[in-house]
């Protein structure tokens, strides 16, 4: 996490929204087949068959939207747009769900522990 996406993350204290739903822009000329979209958000992002983006222009619902904006990030040939929040708001988030889950296996710990 970079040092203002750190900060931003402080200041919101864990209080970040979830993920709204996005647009994404694809400039297929750009893609070189390597998949990493597809890899990242097989739901999202279907490739074609030559293993090409197969998507020009799309809505992505809230529940996909972060793994549409991770699997744009993972694109070597930056193909995808996502328009959409900014990216300190899905450093936030992934944060945030770092943070759920680091919380869920501390809950699952204490329980094994009183009751073994
Ligand atoms: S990751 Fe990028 S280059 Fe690779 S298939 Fe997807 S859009 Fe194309």
């Known amino acids: 996490m970079s040092t203002a996406a750190h900060q931003r993350w402080q200041q919101l204290d864990g209080a970040v929204d979830d993920a709204p739903d996005v647009l994404v822009h ?7 087949g390597w998949g990493d979209c597809h890899r990242w958000a097989p739901d ?3 490739l074609d068959e030559h293993g ?6 799309m809505h992505v619902p809230p529940e996909h ?3 549409a904006y991770w699997a ?6 930056h193909t995808i747009t ?3 929040p900014p990216e300190e708001f899905w450093m936030a988030l992934r944060a ?3 943070a759920e889950r680091l919380e869920t296996h501390l809950a699952a710990r ?4 009183s009751t073994g």
């Open 110 to 113: 204490a329980q094994d522990a």
């Open 65 to 67: 939207a972060e793994d």
């Open 26 to 32: 694809t400039h297929p000329a750009l893609c070189c």
């Open 82 to 84: 996502v328009i959409g």
């Open 96 to 98: 945030r769900r770092s």
């Open 52 to 57: 090409h983006i197969g998507v020009h222009r």
């Open 72 to 77: 744009a990030r993972a694109c070597p040939e």
């Open 44 to 46: 999202v992002y279907p």
